[in-house]
């Protein structure tokens, strides 16, 4: 793999010198990695009698994925990580009919989910060595894996009853689904330090470090503890009013049950008006549906609906909140040689004991403290459930094509679903102001000093969904065994506010690009594909005694992913404004406010080196999407990588062992396609988050000044290296 300003020789310097210098093996750049899933699928079934049946099921996963977050950056294998996700689950169901007319259902579950992110080498710091050239190496135990443990269990109740009287069955139940979590994420608990050359590196000479953690110093003071129960009760009528339509009206009503408390912060009660401790405690949603069936004739058959639906459990949000009270724990804290002492000698005495992993630590853990100005996550206290309206409309028909000889029984879908937000999720800053207007009418704000920002989530009603679907499918029974074919075309038009969820707020904030952060625009949303064609092709036949022999193949055909053109640079704060984690260039964020693409040469609104804006125009003439958008500020996801194939494989052969035992043996292709030709069924991806710099950019008498990225993210798609490999499976399936 290419690094953009990254050579071979960088990399082994480097690795020479974390050897010779510092003493610890930093491993090489790409080296190959082996991952591990194992799964287990125990179920029982009991045919108690004829009225009364249960079923008992366990569920095993379990596996190791390595991982490096930065594609754009030179990791060395020290500084990649593993996940081990670990999920076990139980669950009981028992079904009963106690009458002709009356039945019910009752399940138990219980899902205990393990998730540890390890570095590769746990026994250093973090390293980063930022090149003259732009690029970048990193090395030693990742910054975000120093502490990063998450355990998720969730208990499950469901019980639900069936009536049938007359034309009407009545549906009821009540759910209860209980999440307990206790995560601990402590980034830069071991320090990162950051170099501005490979000589600084070999001379132990760090321009800065970074170190967060707990500010107590003890890890159990930081961890985000607390439980989450939703309840529902529900109830339907379904009405059969004619020998062809069916009629469903229900209501849904959920309500949150969350009372462990967030950590008081006063200072941002001070700040905001109202406090940070706010949960998802008491918060509830009622939910409106229906839904119909028409068999308009023996052939054609209309069915659709309409409703309320919630958006989920929001763990993600709610534990953000416990953990990012600004109290209980520093993110990341920055220190430099140029403070001075006390700071200079603690810094001095930390390098000096460089690798160690508590180099850092030992030295600088006395200066984290629940400071005033802290970053806060918190939830607004009018924030309500997520929920959204649906409607759906479809049409299934069976066509006779016998008149041109493709013959009878084949099976047409036409379906739309249309969504509209009605409570959807958003997020704003609230320490900033707006102090001035950049050229093109967007706001600069106030300049926020690092780590000191209140990150609030609350409520959108912007955004909606159409997604169109058709369908066909046929089966052939001929003497030569069952052939089954589908083609399909799927349309989607998805716009939202925000198409990033992430672990914690700022990333939420600020990797979603905007013309003004902190007032998101409705635009694409980076999961939309707008076109997707699906087509498959099997076979089976008993070849040898009553062992069935079965060929799968499937072609996905998609649009590319959304992407966004953006600003880097600007100095510190950005050009317009803001803190240096949503705004300025770094690794993981390659700036978050939209490109004012220029209208040409002469705009009024830009200036800069001319050299620079002459390949920049020739840049934006040569290219499609930036060129529409000529004299405007480009829309998020404007632009698209390009069209991806792929196609799968799987062969099926059963062998009977004995009456009644077979196994069948399960060998799978994905990306068939790949292992043919290496430059087939390759994904062309712009790594997340999915932003990319054509220009840094400055504000100077009210015009913009551009000159070259200093982002090393690449500015064209980039080959996503695990998605586009072949991958061969084989597997084996007892049945008795």
């Not at 462990?260 to 406090?275: K, S, W």
């Not at 009418?441 to 920002?453: A, E, L, M, V, W």
Request: glycine content about 8%; hydrophobic content about 35%.
């Amino acid at each position: 793999a290419n690094i953009d300003g990254v050579t071979q020789a960088d990399v082994d310097r480097a690795v020479g010198i974390f050897r010779d210098v510092y003493g610890f093996d930093a491993g090489q750049f790409a080296t190959t990695d082996t991952d591990r899933d194992e799964k287990i699928l125990l179920k029982l079934d009991w045919n108690i009698n004829d009225n009364h049946r249960a079923s008992a099921t366990y569920q095993r996963a379990d596996g190791d994925v390595i991982f490096d977050d930065f594609p754009e950056t030179a990791v060395l294998n020290s500084n990649r990580y593993n996940i081990n996700e670990r999920l076990d689950s139980y669950s009981f169901q028992l079904f009963s009919d106690w009458t002709d007319n009356f039945s019910t259902e009752i399940k138990l579950g219980y899902k205990d989910v393990e998730n540890r992110q390890v570095s590769i080498d746990s026994s250093t710091p973090d390293f980063e060595i930022n090149l003259p050239t732009g690029g970048r190496i990193a090395a030693g135990g990742d910054r975000f894996r120093h502490n990063n443990t998450l355990d998720n269990s969730s208990r499950i109740f469901r019980f639900k009853a069936d009536y049938t009287s007359g034309d009407h069955t009545f549906t009821g139940g009540f759910e209860q689904e209980k999440n307990s979590v206790k995560n601990v994420f402590l980034p830069f608990s071991r320090g990162q330090m950051v170099f501005f050359s490979l000589d600084d590196l070999e001379n132990r000479n760090p321009g800065f470090l970074l170190f967060g953690g707990s500010n107590s110093g003890a890890a159990e003071d930081a961890t985000a503890e607390f439980s989450q129960a939703t309840n529902t009760v529900y109830i339907q009528d379904e009405w059969l009013a004619t020998d062809t339509l069916t009629l469903k009206f229900g209501v849904r009503y959920d309500w949150i049950k969350n009372n462990d408390p967030v950590p008081l912060n006063t200072n941002f009660a001070d700040r905001n008006g109202f406090d940070n401790t706010e949960n998802m405690d008491g918060k509830d949603l009622f939910m409106p549906r229906f839904g119909f069936n028409w068999e308009a004739t023996d052939r054609l058959t209309v069915r659709g609906g309409a409703g309320l639906f919630g958006g989920g459990t929001p763990l993600i949000m709610v534990s953000n909140s416990y953990a990012g009270n600004g109290v209980t724990r520093t993110f990341a804290g920055f220190f430099a040689p140029f403070f001075g002492d006390p700071i200079l000698t603690s810094f001095n005495n930390a390098v000096a004991n460089l690798p160690n992993p508590d180099a850092v630590s030992n030295e600088f853990q006395q200066y984290l403290s629940a400071s005033p100005t802290a970053d806060v996550d918190a939830i607004h206290p009018d924030t309500e459930l997520l929920s959204s309206w649906k409607f759906n409309l479809g049409f299934d028909y069976i066509a006779d094509l016998s008149s041109i000889g493709l013959g009878d029984d084949w099976r047409f879908t036409l379906e739309g679903i249309f969504t509209q937000v009605k409570d959807g999720y958003d997020i704003y800053e609230s320490r900033r102001t707006v102090v001035g207007t950049a050229p093109d009418g967007r706001p600069i704000y106030s300049n926020q000093g690092f780590n000191d920002s209140d990150y609030i989530v609350t409520n959108t009603s912007e955004g909606h969904s159409e997604v169109i679907s058709f369908d066909v499918a046929k089966d052939f029974d001929t003497d030569w065994g069952l052939f089954s074919t589908t083609l399909g075309y799927t349309y989607q038009n998805v716009e939202d506010v925000r198409s990033y969820n992430r672990f914690v707020g700022f990333e939420t904030y600020a990797f979603d690009p905007q013309r003004d952060l902190n007032d998101a625009d409705l635009s694409t949303s980076r999961f939309e594909v707008p076109n997707r064609i699906t087509a498959t092709f099997s076979w089976e036949k008993e070849i040898f005694g009553e062992n069935l022999t079965k060929v799968n193949l499937v072609y996905t055909g998609r649009s590319g992913r959304n992407f966004s053109y953006v600003f880097t640079g600007g100095g510190a704060g950005g050009a317009f404004g803001g803190n240096d984690l949503a705004d300025a260039n770094s690794a993981d964020n390659p700036g978050v406010n939209l490109f004012y693409v220029p209208g040409g040469l002469s705009d009024p609104l830009v200036t800069g080196d001319a050299a620079f804006l002459n390949s920049l125009d020739s840049a934006i003439s040569g290219d499609d999407c930036l060129n529409d958008y000529r004299g405007e500020i480009i829309p998020r996801n404007a632009c698209r990588t390009g069209w991806v194939n792929r196609v799968n494989l799987r062969l099926q052969q059963e062998v009977e062992i004995v009456d009644g035992h077979k196994v069948e043996f399960i060998f799978d292709i994905e990306n068939l396609g790949n292992l043919i030709n290496s430059n087939w069924g390759r994904l062309d991806a712009i790594f997340q988050p999915s932003n990319v710099p054509l220009a840094d950019v400055a504000i100077a008498d009210g015009q913009y000044v551009y000159s070259a990225p200093s982002s090393s993210v690449t500015s064209t798609p980039d080959v996503a290296r695990i998605p586009s490999a072949y991958r061969i499976q084989f597997g084996m399936r007892y049945r008795f």
